[in-house]
């Protein structure tokens, strides 16, 4: 199943979120469980099936990278961010200063001036890898987008960190 062909929208990187919103509602209400309570088991079950394809090929598409991974695939490119991440050293040696940032912010009881620097770099690297990534999709560069999306998954990974370290932070003070 493509999911863009289930969503109608253009097999394309940069698509249209609301017309895929308004593609998925309408299948929701089309392939929803609760419409089949009284069919048979059978169709019921295959309802279901349908309506966790819907689900999945929503989410994969709405989400930045995970519909990127998936464009890869359709172009018949199998990658995992983790697996190229780690084979990108020089990557992970050029950004470890970012976790020792990290660390100093909790030793530091997540200065504010210093969490708001903090905060802004990770989303500026974010929104950089974002552009790149579109600009490479035009020019179907994949090679130099499978390395951009595993980047893109350490700055996500490092600002869900950032929140969760955060956040903990928090609930200890109060």
């Known amino acids: 199943m493509n999911y863009?062909?289930?969503?109608?929208?253009?097999?394309?990187?940069?698509?249209?979120?609301?017309?895929?919103?308004?593609n998925f509602y309408k299948l929701q209400l089309k392939f929803h469980p609760d419409l089949?309570?009284?069919?048979s088991k059978l169709k019921r079950k295959i309802i279901l099936e349908k309506s966790i394809e819907i689900n999945k090929g929503y989410k994969t598409l709405k989400d930045f990278s995970s519909r990127a991974i998936y464009l890869l695939f359709l172009?018949?490119?199998?990658?995992?961010?983790?697996?190229?991440?780690?084979?990108?050293?020089?990557?992970?040696?050029k950004y470890f200063s970012l976790h020792e940032e990290l660390d100093n912010l909790k030793k530091n009881n997540f200065d504010k001036i210093q969490?708001?620097?903090?905060?802004?770099?990770?989303?500026?690297?974010?929104?950089?890898?974002?552009?790149?990534?579109?600009m490479e999709f035009?020019?179907?560069?994949?090679d130099k987008i499978i390395k951009?999306?595993?980047?893109?998954?350490?700055?996500?990974?490092?600002?869900?960190?950032?929140?969760?370290?955060?956040?903990?932070?928090?609930?200890?003070?109060?």
């Open 4 to 22: 863009f062909r289930l969503f109608n929208v253009p097999e394309e990187f940069k698509i249209n979120k609301k017309l895929l919103s308004e």
């Open 36 to 39: 089949f309570i009284n069919d």
């Open 75 to 93: 172009n018949g490119i199998k990658t995992k961010k983790e697996s190229v991440l780690l084979q990108n050293n020089d990557f992970l040696i």
């Open 115 to 134: 969490l708001n620097n903090f905060e802004n770099k990770i989303e500026k690297k974010i929104l950089n890898c974002k552009n790149i990534v579109e």
């Open 138 to 142: 035009e020019k179907k560069k994949h």
């Open 148 to 174: 951009l999306i595993a980047k893109l998954s350490f700055f996500e990974k490092l600002q869900d960190n950032l929140k969760k370290a955060y956040n903990t932070y928090l609930r200890q003070i109060n």
